[in-house]
C-alpha cells in the first residue's frame, strides 16, 4: 500500500494559533470536526486521508488536483494507492475519510451497507484491451467479449487479480460470456496496474487496462491498442464520503469538501484538460450528466 503526501501546510508560532483559528473558521476551511454523534473529532482537521486507485496515481491527474484542493481549503492530503477492492475495504473500517473507486456495482454495495453518505461520478475514460502488434488472437476493434472469447485458453492474458477496479471490470467480461477465467495462459499478477503491463509486456500477453494508465507508460511498451471505445469498457470513476460514525478520525467536512471541489468548474477544466502524449486522458461529469 503506496502513500503519498501532498503537504503544503506549514509550521506555526504557538501566538498565531488564534488567529489561524478563528480565519479558519470564517473561511470555511479545515476547522473543527464533528462526528456521527455530534462530539469533535480527535484527528487533526488539517488531515484528510484520501484512498484512491493505483490508475488515477499512475496517471498523474492527481499531481494536478490535490494541490489545487489543498491551497482552496488550506489541508493536508495524505493520498493512500491501492485497488478499488482495498480502498472500499479501508472506508468499510474507518481508517480513511474519502475514496476514489472506479467499480460501480461494489461501490452501490458500499453505499447499500451504510458505509458512505455521499456517492458522486466525476469523471470517466474507457478500458482498452493490449496485445502483441501482430495481434495472433486477431481481436482488432471486436466486442469486448468476443474478444475474451477469442484469447480465452489459447493465448497468454494477464489479469491483476487484485480485485481493484480493472479486474473487477475483467471479471465481469469473462460472466458475460457465462465463464470463469480461463486456467490456461492466464496469470494473475496480483500488482498494480503499471506493472501489470510491464509483466504482461515481459509475457508478450493480453491485458485489460484502463487507458490513462496506458498513455502515461506505453513508451516502455510494445503492445498496442486493440479495441475501440465500447459501452461494455466504459470506466466511470466515482468520489464517496465515508461516514462519520465509523469513529471520531473521520475527517467529513474536508472529505466533502474534496467530494465537491472535483464536480466545480476549477476541477472539472482541471481534469478535461489534463493530457499525456498530447491525447486527453478524461472526461468530467458533473452531477447533470452522470
Keep these: 500500500m503506496r ?3 501532498f503537504s503544503r501546510v506549514k509550521p506555526v508560532r504557538c501566538s498565531s494559533c488564534l488567529l489561524l483559528a478563528v480565519l479558519s473558521l470564517l473561511s470555511g476551511g479545515c476547522s473543527e470536526q464533528t462526528t ?6 480527535t484527528g487533526s482537521s488539517h488531515q484528510l486521508r484520501l484512498a484512491t486507485t493505483t490508475s488515477t496515481r499512475d496517471s ?6 490535490i494541490p489545487k484542493f489543498q491551497a482552496k481549503y488550506n489541508c493536508q492530503v495524505t493520498v493512500i494507492a491501492v485497488g478499488t477492492g482495498a480502498a472500499l475495504k479501508l472506508g468499510q473500517r474507518g481508517e480513511v475519510d474519502v475514496l476514489i473507486v472506479h467499480a460501480p456495482a461494489a461501490e452501490q454495495a458500499f453505499m447499500r451497507a451504510g458505509h458512505g453518505v ?5 469523471m470517466e475514460n474507457y478500458f482498452v484491451i493490449l496485445g502483441p502488434a501482430h495481434d495472433p488472437a486477431n481481436i482488432k476493434d471486436k466486442p469486448p467479449t468476443e474478444a475474451f472469447q477469442r484469447i480465452a485458453n489459447r493465448y497468454g492474458f494477464a489479469s491483476r487479480g487484485d480485485d481493484s477496479g480493472t479486474h473487477k471490470k475483467e471479471l465481469g467480461l469473462w460472466k458475460a460470456l457465462g465463464s470463469k477465467p480461463p486456467t490456461m495462459n492466464y496469470l494473475e ?10 509483466i504482461a509486456e515481459e509475457k ?3 491485458v485489460l487496462t484502463d487507458r ?4 502515461r507508460f506505453n513508451e516502455r511498451l510494445t503492445l498496442v491498442p486493440l479495441t475501440s471505445p465500447h459501452p461494455a469498457l466504459k470506466n466511470r470513476y466515482s468520489v464517496i464520503t465515508v461516514a462519520p460514525t465509523k469513529n471520531d478520525m473521520i475527517n467529513q467536512r474536508q472529505a466533502t469538501q474534496l ?3 472535483l464536480v466545480m468548474s476549477e476541477a472539472q477544466k482541471t481534469i478535461s484538460e489534463y493530457k499525456i502524449q498530447n491525447q486527453i486522458l478524461f472526461s468530467p461529469l458533473t452531477p447533470r450528466t452522470k
Design 3 to 5: 502513500q503519498t503526501s
Design 36 to 41: 456521527g454523534t455530534g462530539q469533535p473529532a
Design 60 to 65: 498523474g491527474l492527481l499531481d494536478e488536483l
Design 118 to 122: 455521499t456517492h458522486q461520478p466525476f
Design 189 to 198: 499478477t496480483g500488482q498494480g496496474m503499471a506493472n501489470t503491463l510491464l
Design 204 to 206: 508478450q500477453a493480453y
Design 212 to 215: 490513462a494508465t496506458y498513455l
Design 259 to 261: 467530494a465537491e471541489f
